[in-house]
């Protein structure tokens, strides 16, 4: 079998939670098809001692449990051995990192693996981020009970980059984000629903017109949801016409 356009080696207490979301739409595809792999490696096999313990006491007391570094090093170190990769990065999910952002995600699609670390309880013991970890990422200012969800946020958005992975009537360049600012709004039929009309230029097969009409709706919709990115949408240097529809 050809190898994966991108590999991610996931780290966790839990690999039963992965099961769900990547068995369906984009990324379940895109795994049948090999255009992405991603393992699922449990912590627990990487354990110390005969009872394969993975957690302990937090020093300095304060209650709360930590998971030690020993099991991530190994397990980390095993995924190297057994699956050699060109270009790597160890990503420890953390709601202290970096942003999981657009760019972010575009960046790291750029890798041949990812490890993604998870962590449970109070944490994973420092020295992990310190000698092991390339990166920490957070998913947002919200602590969630372990790395698990924010890890397949992770793969997700990652995987969108890859070409392949998105079917062709989906594209990450049309999408919120790609061009700095919001996507416009979408509509399906019917045109009238429960007396909510399609905007009309959408009906009227003028292409120009519907262009525009999209351009100056993502700018609206940037400008109200999203003040933060107006200065990084192009959309916003271009004079602003009247509005249609
Ligand atoms: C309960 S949290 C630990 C939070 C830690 N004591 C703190 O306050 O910074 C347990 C694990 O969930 C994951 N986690 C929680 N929130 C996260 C976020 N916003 N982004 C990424 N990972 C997160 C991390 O892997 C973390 O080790």
């Known amino acids: 079998m050809r190898k994966a356009a991108l590999e991610f080696d996931v780290v966790?207490?839990?690999?039963?939670?992965?099961?769900?979301?990547?068995?369906?739409?984009?990324?379940?595809?895109?795994?049948?098809s090999?255009?992405?792999?991603?393992?699922?490696?449990?912590?627990?096999?990487?354990?110390?001692?005969?009872?394969?313990?993975?957690?302990?006491?937090?020093?300095?007391?304060?209650?709360?449990?930590?998971?030690?570094?020993?099991p991530f090093f190994e397990a980390v170190e095993w995924i190297r051995e057994r699956f050699p990769a060109r270009s790597?990065?160890?990503v420890l999910l953390s709601?202290?990192?970096?942003?999981?952002?657009h760019g972010e995600a575009a960046r790291l699609a750029g890798h041949e693996r990812i490890v993604l670390l998870c962590g449970?309880?109070?944490?994973?013991?420092?020295?992990?981020?310190?000698?092991?970890?390339?990166?920490?990422?957070?998913?947002?200012?919200?602590?969630?009970?372990?790395?698990?969800?924010?890890?397949?946020?992770?793969?997700?958005?990652?995987?969108?980059?890859?070409?392949?992975?998105l079917g062709r009537e989906e594209a990450v360049e049309s999408d919120s984000f790609s061009e700095g600012g919001l996507d416009f709004p979408h509509y399906t039929r019917p045109a009238t629903y429960r007396g909510l009309d399609v905007p009309e230029v959408l009906l009227s097969g003028d292409h120009g017109a519907i262009e525009r009409w999209r351009s100056e709706r993502a700018l609206e919709a940037t400008r109200s949801k999203r003040p933060d990115l107006v200065a990084t949408d192009p959309r916003s240097r271009a004079p602003r016409r009247r509005q249609r529809g």
């Open 95 to 101: 709601p202290q990192g970096k942003r999981l952002v």
């Open 120 to 165: 449970r309880y109070e944490g994973i013991d420092e020295r992990v981020r310190e000698g092991l970890a390339d990166e920490e990422l957070s998913v947002g200012d919200v602590v969630v009970t372990g790395g698990e969800l924010p890890a397949l946020m992770v793969i997700d958005a990652v995987s969108r980059f890859v070409p392949g992975v």
């Open 12 to 32: 966790t207490l839990f690999p039963g939670a992965f099961a769900g979301p990547l068995a369906y739409g984009m990324l379940g595809r895109a795994r049948r």
């Open 88 to 90: 790597e990065r160890v």
């Open 34 to 70: 090999g255009v992405l792999a991603v393992r699922l490696h449990d912590l627990r096999r990487f354990g110390v001692g005969p009872h394969r313990q993975v957690d302990d006491a937090t020093y300095g007391g304060g209650g709360g449990m930590v998971l030690r570094p020993e």
